[in-house]
């Protein structure tokens, strides 16, 4: 069945410095990946979407990079600010199916 | 305003009752979902629907019931079946047309039952 892992531990990052979450997935191979951020007891906001032939995606301070040979998407927050501090989850969006989230916690 | 509302926030029921939570969007969107969430879980969906008076289950439809009716609502109900109904339920809408695939989430139900 599809499978798609993210961290579960936190990531403390101090405030400037880059964030990097991992996501990855097995027994598929999607066409697209999404990312969203979701704050606490709130529903998921959209941030991104790339497609299996696009390396690397940009949206001001975020980088998304999608390796369909390592089943692997890498999520970047730029310049992290405190205001970044929320639970980002990676989707298939083929499959509707989404990860669990990896929390990021940008200290001033 | 444009969005997709649900109501209530929070919910609260006795084991053996059915519940239903609602959901509605002004988006004008064709397609629009369920999903559930647990502590320290990621999303899982529930039931879809991709068109009015057409719906297909998720990975976790056992204990759940949807109709869509009309294609602005798409209410979620909670049966007694439901082994553990106690969970954070989050609807979502989507242009099937879109080339982001986004989806709009609602802000969530909370349902407790004890």
Redesign the interface.
Known sequence: SQK?E?N?EALNIQEGKTATLTCNYTNYSPA?L?WYRQDP??????LL?IRENEKEKRKERLKVTFDTTLKQSLFHITASQPADSATY?CAL?NR??????NQVVVIP | DGG?TQSPKYLFRKEGQNVTLSCEQNLNHDAM?W?RQDP??????IY?SQIVNDFQK??IAEGYSVSREKKESFPLTVTSAQKNPTA?Y?C?SSRTSSS?????????T?LTVT
């Open positions: 798609i993210q579960s697209y999404q007891g709130r529903g998921p906001v959209f979407l989850l969006v509707l199916a989404f990860g669990k989230g | 997709i979902y999903y320290g879980q990621g999303l899982r969906l879809y998720g990975d954070f989050l979502a982001s695939y986004e989806q709009y989430f609602g802000p969530g909370r």
